[in-house]
C-alpha cells in the first residue's frame, strides 16, 4: 500500500530558528502540493509542484518560506526564520498530474514554534 | 479563484440516523469534486469524488449529490457508526491544464453518539 510519507512527524523549535520539512511522495507521482491546517484558516494550499518544477507558491509567504524538488523522490519546505505563527500542521500530498485526480497526503509534520 | 463554504461547522447525530453535509463553491469551471475524512491526529483521506459530468455517486453507505446549476453538492451518509466520528472537508477545483489545484470547505465536526 503505497502512502506519502513526511518527516519529521513533529518538530518543536524557537523563534528565528531554520525549519525544514521533507515529503517523499508516492512512487511514480509527479505532482506534489504542499498545505498547511491550522484551526483558523483551515487547509491552505501553499504551493504546488508538477515534474519537479513550481507551479504556483502563490499561498505561501515569499520572505521566509521556500519550497523545492531535489528530486522526484523528494520535497522540501523551508521556513528561515520560523515564527509563532507557523505554528501548525503541513501536509504533502501527492498526484498524478492529471485532470479530476486523487491527491493522496501524508501524515504531516506538526510545528510548534516557541 | 474558487471559494467554497461548507455547513454546518458541527453536526451531532445518533448512531442509525443520517448525515447531510453541504457545501457551494463559486467557481463554474470546477469539475472536479472529493470529499475527505480526517480523523483526530490524522491524515485527509478521501471518502468519495463526484466529477462534474455525473450527478450523483454512491458507495455502500455514503453518497455525494452534484447540482451544477446551482454550484453545490452535498455528502449523505447512512446508518450513522461512531467511526464515522471525525471531521469531514469538502474541496472544488478546476483542472489548470497541469494538476488539479484544490480549494477546501471549512470542514464538518460529525459527531455520531450511542
Known amino acids: 500500500d503505497a502512502r506519502v510519507t513526511q518527516t519529521p512527524r513533529h518538530k518543536v523549535t524557537e523563534m528565528g530558528q531554520e525549519v525544514t520539512m521533507r515529503c517523499q511522495p508516492i512512487l511514480g507521482h509527479n505532482t506534489v502540493f504542499w498545505y498547511r491546517q491550522t484551526m483558523m484558516q483551515g487547509l491552505e494550499l501553499l504551493a504546488y509542484f508538477r515534474n519537479r518544477a513550481p507551479l504556483d507558491d502563490s499561498g505561501m509567504p515569499k520572505d521566509r518560506f521556500s519550497a523545492e524538488m531535489p528530486d522526484a523522490t523528494l520535497a522540501t519546505l523551508k521556513i528561515q526564520p520560523s515564527e509563532p505563527r507557523d505554528s501548525a500542521v503541513y501536509f504533502c500530498a501527492s498526484g498524478l498530474g492529471q485532470e479530476a485526480e486523487t491527491q493522496y497526503f501524508g501524515p504531516g509534520t506538526r510545528l510548534l514554534v516557541l | 479563484g474558487e471559494n467554497v463554504e461548507q455547513h454546518p461547522s458541527t453536526l451531532s447525530v445518533q448512531e442509525g440516523d443520517s448525515a447531510v453535509i453541504k457545501c457551494t463553491y463559486s467557481?463554474?469551471?470546477?469539475?472536479?469534486f472529493p470529499w475527505y475524512k480526517q480523523e483526530l491526529g490524522k491524515r485527509p483521506q478521501l471518502i468519495i469524488d463526484i466529477r462534474s459530468n455525473v450527478g450523483e455517486k454512491k458507495d455502500q453507505r455514503i453518497a455525494v449529490t452534484l447540482n451544477k446549476t446551482a454550484k453545490h453538492f452535498s455528502l449523505h451518509i447512512t446508518e450513522t457508526q461512531p467511526e464515522d466520528s471525525a471531521v469531514y472537508f469538502c474541496a472544488a477545483t478546476p483542472f489548470t491544464g497541469t494538476a488539479s489545484k484544490l480549494t477546501f470547505g471549512t470542514g464538518t465536526r460529525l459527531q455520531v453518539t450511542l
Open positions: 467557481d463554474s469551471a470546477s469539475n472536479y
